[in-house]
């Protein structure tokens, strides 16, 4: 592929504590970020509700695993502006932008990213990620939209998704793109471009 993308939904750290109360907390050794770079990862998506099960360090620490490997990510960053900053990639003289964000979690765990604090690009109230997709669109041909959004293991929509996966569309994203329910939840076409759910 020109450019390959995953989710990205554990942390690479050997620091920090589980996060209290998380009945699933997922960390891998920094050295197996070489599992990425053999399988031929481009980019990954940090905007989940993994990203932050060892706290602020670990999340710290996969952010400067993955820069070392020189794999990209998006939806997360060592500050607000940082998360929000779409990553633009060239191919075939096409400009390609990735945007991504989270609103996976019934009880909010995983922060946001503040002004002077690290975490992800939340969701919930869509004008930040509405935001990003418009930055995005102004300087790329093409914008794909990462969310990770939905219930874990059903097949069945939440509201939510097919109002803002619209939303997405209208703000400038060519494509959305949904992860975090495990299962497939279908694909949508709204004025010629997909929303693939899940």
Not at 9 to 34: C, H, M, N
Not at 52 to 73: C, F, N, P, V
Not at 179 to 184: I, T
């Amino acid at each position: 592929a020109d450019i390959m993308c995953l989710n990205n939904e554990f942390t690479y750290s050997t620091q920090g504590s589980p996060l209290k109360g998380k009945a699933y907390t997922f960390r891998a050794q920094p050295s197996r970020v070489d599992i990425l770079k053999e399988m031929g990862v481009d980019i990954v998506s940090l905007a989940n509700n993994h990203a932050y099960d060892y706290g602020e360090r670990s999340l710290i620490d996969t952010m400067a695993t993955l820069k070392q490997a020189g794999i990209h990510y998006v939806g997360a960053g060592h500050n607000l502006e940082e998360a929000m900053s779409p990553v633009y990639f060239e191919v075939q003289g096409k400009t390609i932008a990735y945007v991504a964000a989270s609103r996976a979690e019934k009880y909010r765990m995983t922060p946001q990213a503040t002004e002077d604090a690290p975490g992800i690009l939340l969701c919930y109230d869509t004008k930040l990620f509405l935001k990003a997709i418009e930055e995005a669109k102004k300087n790329a041909d093409y914008v794909i939209a990462f969310v990770h959004w939905g219930t874990e293991y059903s097949y069945e929509l939440e509201k939510v998704q097919r109002v803002t996966g619209k939303e997405y569309l209208d703000a400038g994203a060519d494509i959305v793109i949904g992860e975090h329910s495990h299962c497939l939840q279908g694909i949508e076409y709204y004025e010629g471009k997909p929303i693939v759910y899940s």
